[in-house]
């Protein structure tokens, strides 16, 4: 393979890394795999003498750092809301993606009525994760739904979440329900200890 088709394979590995992170719904894995592919792309404009293209490119990458930068400051970006009144709003989140949350929480009933806690995370203004359970009187909640939608899913919503509910009473989180596979990876990894059937973490 000559020196001149290995140059052209690299200028086609920037190119496909690029459209695929269009193809992303995580944020994240769009910066990361976008900042990456215009990096190749950028050193492939270089070798070619295409100087403004690898201008353009080494820009979108400074861009795609400065952005993750800003998600990395998770105070800063997300707020909690507490949603308990605000039911059309709570309502219309959970209606759009039922789908999604039934893959997660399959026993849930689609609505939160019954429930005496109601949140959602929102990142700059936009929703961002929901939370809804019951709490027992003593700082336990019983969770019913904690749910990130796709786009924020490795935004760290739940840490986020988590950091602030002891200021509402919360000190610790239970999953009462079988979860599915894919739920309990994320509660294994967000902490949760699993005892006599029920998940538990501390907050406090």
Same mark, same amino acid.
């Given at each position: 393979?000559?020196?001149?088709?290995?140059?052209?394979?690299?200028?086609?590995?920037?190119?496909?890394?690029?459209?695929?992170?269009?193809?992303?719904?995580?944020?994240?894995?769009?910066?990361?795999?976008?900042?990456?592919?215009?990096?190749?792309?950028?050193?492939?404009?270089?070798?070619?003498?295409?100087?403004?293209?690898?201008?353009?490119?080494?820009?979108?990458?400074?861009?795609?750092?400065?952005?993750?930068?800003?998600?990395? &400051?998770?105070?800063?970006?997300?707020?909690?809301?507490?949603?308990?009144?605000?039911?059309?709003?709570?309502?219309?989140?959970?209606?759009?993606?039922?789908?999604?949350?039934? &893959?997660?929480?399959?026993?849930?009933?689609?609505?939160?009525?019954?429930?005496?806690?109601?949140?959602?995370?929102?990142?700059?203004?936009?929703?961002?994760?929901?939370?809804?359970?019951?709490?027992?009187?003593?700082?336990?909640?019983?969770?019913?739904?904690?749910?990130?939608?796709?786009?924020?899913?490795?935004?760290?919503?739940?840490?986020?979440?988590?950091?602030?509910?002891?200021?509402?009473?919360?000190?610790?989180?239970?999953?009462?329900?079988?979860?599915?596979?894919?739920?309990?990876?994320?509660?294994? &990894?967000?902490?949760?200890?699993?005892?006599?059937?029920?998940?538990?973490?501390?907050?406090?």
């Amino acid at each position: 393979m000559g020196s001149a088709m290995i140059i052209e394979m690299v200028g086609y590995l920037g190119s496909i890394l690029v459209v695929v992170s269009m193809l992303m719904s995580s944020v994240i894995k769009l910066r990361v795999i976008n900042m990456a592919g215009s990096g190749i792309f950028a050193v492939y404009a270089l070798i070619i003498h295409s100087y403004p293209t690898a201008l353009m490119n080494f820009c979108l990458v400074a861009i795609n750092i400065y952005n993750l930068a800003k998600l990395s &400051k998770k105070d800063q970006a997300y707020d909690l809301v507490d949603a308990r009144n605000e039911g059309r709003l709570l309502d219309y989140i959970l209606g759009y993606y039922r789908s999604d949350i039934q &893959k997660y929480f399959p026993g849930f009933a689609g609505n939160s009525s019954g429930l005496d806690r109601a949140y959602v995370v929102c990142c700059h203004g936009n929703p961002a994760g929901i939370l809804l359970g019951n709490t027992d009187g003593e700082g336990a909640m019983d969770v019913v739904v904690d749910y990130s939608m796709p786009v924020y899913r490795d935004c760290s919503v739940g840490a986020y979440l988590y950091s602030k509910l002891p200021a509402e009473g919360i000190h610790t989180l239970r999953y009462s329900e079988e979860e599915t596979e894919t739920h309990k990876s994320y509660l294994a &990894k967000m902490g949760f200890a699993k005892e006599n059937g029920v998940y538990k973490k501390k907050l406090v």
